[in-house]
């Protein structure tokens, strides 16, 4: 016992201690590199304004506008209001986007991948006005050709009973005639 504890003798040499201690700095400075090289969030850019074609024909409700950086979707919105997206409200939805994501937004519709682009698109983020920010979008003339007229059509009753009671059952026999795409 006297050999391994001992003057001269410890269980630890100073030499194992160094390199112990160098081994977790060298540990800690890494996991602190890794860290810091990850992209850090940015500011939070959002966007509102008028929607429409060239021409002027406003994006029919329910069209989805798509904002996108470096190929990754940062927000959507359906549109609810024919020609609008988003409001400078408060509470108003508006896209939103992280700064820190990339240098420029595009804007497209319908698909985030190949969707119509807005022709103001790419907008540099660094001419953003880091608040909600009024940015009206124009996309090429026939972009909402097949969403804007909704189905119509006409209906007949003939050989109707007069009157219905509730719990009655009505059997309703029609055609579908398609007149134009």
Same mark, same amino acid.
């Given at each position: 016992?006297?050999?391994?504890? %001992?003057? =001269?003798?410890?269980?630890?040499? #100073?030499? +194992?201690?160094?390199?112990?201690?160098?081994?977790?700095?060298?540990?800690?400075?890494?996991?602190? %590199?890794? $860290?810091?090289?990850?992209?850090?969030?940015?500011?939070?850019?959002?966007?509102?304004?008028?929607?429409?074609? !060239?021409? %002027?024909?406003?994006?029919?409700?329910?069209?989805? &506008?798509?904002?996108?950086?470096? =190929?990754?979707?940062?927000?959507?919105? #359906?549109?609810?209001?024919?020609?609008?997206?988003?409001? !400078?409200?408060?509470?108003?939805?508006?896209?939103?986007?992280?700064?820190?994501?990339?240098? +420029? &937004?595009?804007?497209?519709?319908?698909?985030?991948?190949? =969707?119509?682009? /807005?022709? !103001?698109?790419?907008?540099?983020?660094?001419?953003?006005?880091?608040?909600?920010?009024?940015?009206?979008?124009?996309?090429? *003339? %026939?972009?909402? *050709?097949?969403?804007?007229?909704? /189905?119509?059509?006409?209906?007949?009753?003939?050989? /109707?009973? /007069?009157?219905?009671?509730?719990?009655?059952?009505? $059997?309703?026999?029609?055609?579908?005639?398609?007149?134009?795409?």
């Amino acid at each position: 016992m006297s050999k391994i504890l %001992g003057p =001269g003798s410890t269980l630890w040499n #100073n030499k +194992q201690v160094i390199l112990v201690v160098l081994s977790l700095l060298c540990g800690v400075g890494l996991s602190a %590199g890794l $860290v810091s090289s990850q992209s850090q969030p940015g500011e939070p850019q959002s966007f509102f304004g008028t929607i429409e074609e !060239e021409d %002027g024909t406003p994006a029919p409700q329910g069209v989805e &506008v798509f904002a996108i950086i470096n =190929g990754s979707v940062e927000d959507s919105l #359906n549109i609810s209001s024919a020609g609008q997206y988003g409001g !400078e409200g408060t509470f108003d939805d508006r896209l939103t986007v992280n700064t820190g994501a990339g240098d +420029q &937004v595009e804007f497209r519709v319908f698909d985030p991948n190949s =969707g119509a682009l /807005a022709l !103001e698109s790419p907008f540099p983020l660094a001419d953003a006005e880091n608040e909600p920010q009024e940015l009206n979008l124009t996309f090429p *003339n %026939g972009t909402f *050709n097949d969403t804007q007229a909704p /189905a119509s059509f006409q209906t007949s009753i003939t050989n /109707a009973t /007069a009157d219905l009671t509730e719990g009655e059952e009505l $059997v309703v026999e029609y055609e579908i005639e398609i007149l134009a795409m």
